[in-house]
């Protein structure tokens, strides 16, 4: 049997241990207490966040239907709009192109050929010009320079005497010859020019500034 001394050193020993392992067990309590506490505050945030997800969903899709019925009616004025607009608009005007009377033209200080003068015309989105009748002449001689000429799209190239505009390739509705012209002798003289609100005929060689139409109506 072991001694006194002895028994009390083992017991004291079992002590130790029993209080090392109470230590332990309340320190394993504590933080398991902790990572419950922690991880039941996590579920909360998460609860949170799939509400506040939820919400902004629902947000979402209301603005999303009030946008798309926004857009169907924007739709729906454009449509209506398209027919209210005039055709001139629709179409639009050339850049550099002015309304005189009720036709628009554009009034170039380029020196070119008869042939050139055509081509630039077709450049800007028009046509060498045909005048139909004096007012036009009237209106466009204020925007020329009196003693230049331009050139004009009536020409009787294909038929001596039998002037067509370039831009119709119908008969010339108008002419207004300065006297004396037309004076084509050598057959030569194909190409009508305006100068001070009268016409001649000229070479389409030589070389003149001009004048465009937007319509091909004459």
Not at 25 to 40: D, F, K, V
Not at 119 to 127: A, K, S
Request: glycine share 6%; aromatic share 12%; hydrophobic share 40%.
């Amino acid at each position: 049997m072991a001694s006194y001394p002895k028994r009390m050193h083992i017991f004291g020993t079992y002590i130790l241990w029993a209080l090392a392992a109470i230590s332990l067990w309340q320190g394993s309590l504590a933080e398991n207490a902790r990572i419950y506490e922690n991880l039941q505050s996590l579920e909360w945030k998460v609860e949170r966040v799939e509400r506040k997800l939820e919400g902004l969903q629902v947000k979402f899709e209301n603005q999303l239907d009030r946008i798309m019925n926004q857009i169907e009616g924007v739709s729906k004025k454009l449509d209506a709009a398209k027919l209210e607009i005039p055709d001139l608009v629709r179409n639009s005007v050339p850049f550099g192109f002015e309304r005189f009377d009720n036709r628009y033209f554009r009034i170039s200080d380029e020196l070119v050929n008869w042939d050139t003068a055509v081509q630039r015309c077709r450049e800007m989105g028009g046509y060498l010009a045909s005048i139909r009748n004096e007012k036009e002449i009237l209106a466009i001689k204020e925007k020329l320079v009196e003693s230049k000429g331009y050139w004009l799209g009536s020409n009787d190239r294909l038929n001596e005497g039998v002037y067509r505009s370039v831009a119709s390739d119908r008969p010339a509705q108008f002419l207004i010859w300065r006297k004396g012209y037309p004076d084509d002798e050598t057959h030569r003289q194909n190409c009508v020019v305006l100068q001070g609100g009268l016409m001649m005929d000229f070479n389409c060689s030589d070389h003149f500034r001009f004048i465009c139409q937007m319509d091909n109506n004459s």
